[in-house]
């Protein structure tokens, strides 16, 4: 990874919880300076303690003009921690924002209308480097800084830009929620299992490994997961006479995976709204 204009000009990391933490620890493994990196947190763990002997600057004084303020506090702790970063807004440091449920325009009002902003939704699977994240930038971000955004969020995994912001509401309810439905697969299909006659701890152990091997194998395939559905489907076998229950259109997936997508994001509009 290029960090140059990071390593020139320095990095605020305003929140180092878990979300904070796994991009701090792979923007070191990808060849970013502790030194270039100013972490804001009150109760900061021993790990992020322990990076002070290699250089890191914790809740030390902010660097004159960084490169880039990173905000990684909860939407409800915002009104406390943000008035500490509000001197570098209408600047040409940029703001990433990895914050559920806060819009661009409520930091333009911290930070100053003429402040480049970027909103960002990663997700759990972050925390592993497994994530992927949504972004995009107010009109204030040039490309290189849009760049360097995206380039600080693919340290935790995949990315992808969006056209408009309404398109976050969706995203928390495809990828934002979404690990949150998988892990409710496993549980449930251990159950299943056990209840067909499995031993619990091993109906868990086969569920967990099949959810992460076929997610693992719809990422490499070439082919879509239609199409891997379909090979593993033999007619009238046992693949297809669980799949009739499941692609039911009234009681199966299909309709229940759109009423959650949709719930989701409708309460992602609500919590949006000021």
Known sequence: MDFSDISNRGL??????????????????GGLNAS?????????????????????????????????????VKPQMMGDALPSLQALGNSDTVFLSIAAGTSI??????????????????????????????????????????????????????TVHLSSE???????????????????????????GAAQGLPADMAMKLAKATVGGAGALAEQADED????????????????AALDVLMDTEAGFPNLLSRAVKAATDRSKELGKP
């Open 12 to 29: 605020v990391l305003l929140g180092c919880g878990k979300m904070g933490s796994a991009l701090l620890q792979g923007w070191l493994a």
């Open 36 to 72: 270039a990196v100013t972490v804001l947190d009150p109760y900061p763990s021993d790990w992020v303690k322990g990076l002070v002997a290699d250089g890191l600057n914790l809740n030390a004084d902010l660097p004159v003009a960084p490169a880039i303020c990173v905000i990684a």
């Open 105 to 158: 325009s409520s930091f333009a009002d911290t930070f100053g209308s003429q402040t480049p902003i970027v909103r960002s939704m990663p997700n759990t699977p972050a925390a592993i480097g497994r994530g992927i994240t949504a972004l995009i930038g107010n009109a204030h971000v040039t490309d290189s800084g849009l760049a360097m955004a995206d380039q600080l969020l693919q340290a935790v995994g995949q």
């Open 166 to 192: 309404d398109q976050m509401d969706a995203v928390t309810g495809v990828s934002g929620s979404g690990p949150a439905y998988v892990f409710h697969l496993i549980e449930t299909l251990a159950a299943a």
């Open 225 to 240: 997961p239609a199409q891997l559905r379909i090979n593993v489907t033999s007619p009238a076998g046992t693949t297809a």
